[in-house]
């Protein structure tokens, strides 16, 4: 009976002694992998830190021959041919018989005017001509008969050549009598106003009984003749593109009435001179117009296709670093450290910029440098971008 309970006290207490053995193993593990886990962690956040501490970096590789750019302009449409159409005469006007719009052709009648006082001065032309006339057919009557009696000495010579003088005289008055009526008839035809040449009309400033004074550019134009088959397109180039643009080149433009459609110029003359006061040369280009789509006096965007510098790399404009030190880029060698190069740039084009001299084919660049970023630096170089990116 006694041997029992002693048996079972033993077996509790050997049981109890296992767990707390258990137990403890458990505990030991618990710290243990704590411990581990917090050592781990220490090491990546130590790993992060160095590897936040060395700049990342993004590296374009430079293009070759360099393609050309665009160079874009302002521009401005001419006609091939415009005229402004004054009086030649003075007088009221009669009628006309074309608006503006109205496609003329050369001799075409445009508008009369009404002459009462140089109608009156052609009668009076002509009556003085027949004066003239009259006198100098008397001169000659008169002439010729002192010559006969010249013969029957009746007369002296002084008077028969002061006959035949007064005959030529006459003569010579007929002539300028003669002149001026052809001036005045010549005059009189300008009272019908004609277009000098095949076009359009683009302006009419009179109307039916307004009064006309003959004259030029101090008096207001009557009409406005325009050829717009052809126009001509003016621009100003900058003068480092000037050698870029040659006779029989074209062009290309766009204008706001017509968006996303294009037309296309051809270069036919250039003014060899340089402006002082804008630094640009005029270009002169000619454009086709059979649909008389575009009109004279329409701005133009113009675009001219430049060629390619095969000397020249391309690089992304937020490549550059201008500082105290002038204009550089960084580049990466193999090591991944950076070293800085002066460069010079031959050719702006906005988003990017095309490299003369200082840089090198198989150099990689580094596209939006950090701040702080110093020679010697060493960084970690993320995938390089296409060229041309």
């Known amino acids: 009976m006694s041997s029992e309970p002693t048996t ?19 505990a030991v593990l618990i710290v243990a992998g704590g411990v581990s886990l917090r050592m781990k962690h220490e090491h990546q956040l130590k790993d992060w830190t160095e590897a936040q501490a060395v700049p990342s970096v993004t590296v ?10 665009s160079l874009d302009l302002p521009g401005r449409l001419e006609a091939f041919e415009s005229a402004p159409i004054y009086a030649r005469v003075s007088g009221y006007l009669k009628s006309w018989s074309v608006d503006i719009g109205t496609p003329v052709k050369a001799g075409q009648t445009l508008a009369e005017i009404e002459t009462p006082e140089l109608d009156q001065q052609l009668i009076q032309a002509k009556a003085d001509l027949a004066s003239a006339q009259a006198d100098a057919a008397l001169a000659k009557t008169t002439a010729a008969r002192w010559q006969s009696l010249l013969d029957s000495d009746s007369v002296s010579r002084q008077e028969v050549d002061d006959r035949t003088q007064d005959y030529v005289a006459k003569e010579a008055r007929v002539a300028a009598a003669q ?19 095949d076009g359009v009309i683009t302006a009419r400033n009179t109307d039916v009984g307004a009064l006309i004074n003959a004259g030029g550019g101090a008096e207001p134009q009557l009409f406005s003749v325009s050829s717009v088959d052809k126009l001509r397109v003016y621009v100003r180039v900058p003068q480092e593109y000037v050698p870029a643009v040659k006779p029989g080149g074209t062009g290309t433009f766009t ?11 051809t270069v036919v003359g250039l003014a060899d001179s340089v402006n002082a006061a804008s630094g640009t040369s ?7 117009n059979p649909g008389h789509l575009l009109l004279p006096g329409d701005f133009v965007n113009l675009h ?13 404009a937020s490549a ?29 084009l906005g988003n990017a910029v095309d490299i ?32 041309g990116e």
């Not at 374009?60 to 750019?69: H, K, S």
């Not at 005029?282 to 086709?288: A, F, H, I, S």
């Not at 001219?304 to 992304?316: E, G, K």
């Not at 550059?320 to 002066?342: M, S, W």
């Open 8 to 26: 079972r006290a033993a077996r509790a207490q050997r049981q109890l002694s296992f767990t707390g053995l258990v137990g403890g193993a458990l």
């Open 60 to 69: 374009v590789v430079p293009a070759p021959e360099a393609p050309g750019g």
């Open 179 to 197: 002149a001026n009526l052809d001036r005045l008839v010549a005059t009189r035809s300008f009272a019908r106003i004609v277009a000098p040449f």
């Open 255 to 265: 204008v706001p009435e017509y968006p996303g459609k294009t037309f296309t110029a």
């Open 282 to 288: 005029l270009v002169q280009l000619m454009v086709d």
């Open 304 to 316: 001219f296709a430049l060629p390619a510098r095969a000397d020249a790399l391309r690089v992304p």
């Open 320 to 348: 550059l670093i201008f500082d105290n030190r002038g204009l550089r880029l960084a580049t990466v060698d193999r090591n991944d450290t950076v070293h800085f190069k002066p460069v010079s740039i031959v050719q702006d």
């Open 356 to 387: 003369g001299s200082g840089l090198a084919q198989s150099d990689r660049v580094v596209d939006a440098p950090p701040d702080g970023l110093v020679e010697g630096d060493h960084v970690q170089v993320s995938a390089p971008k296409a060229k």
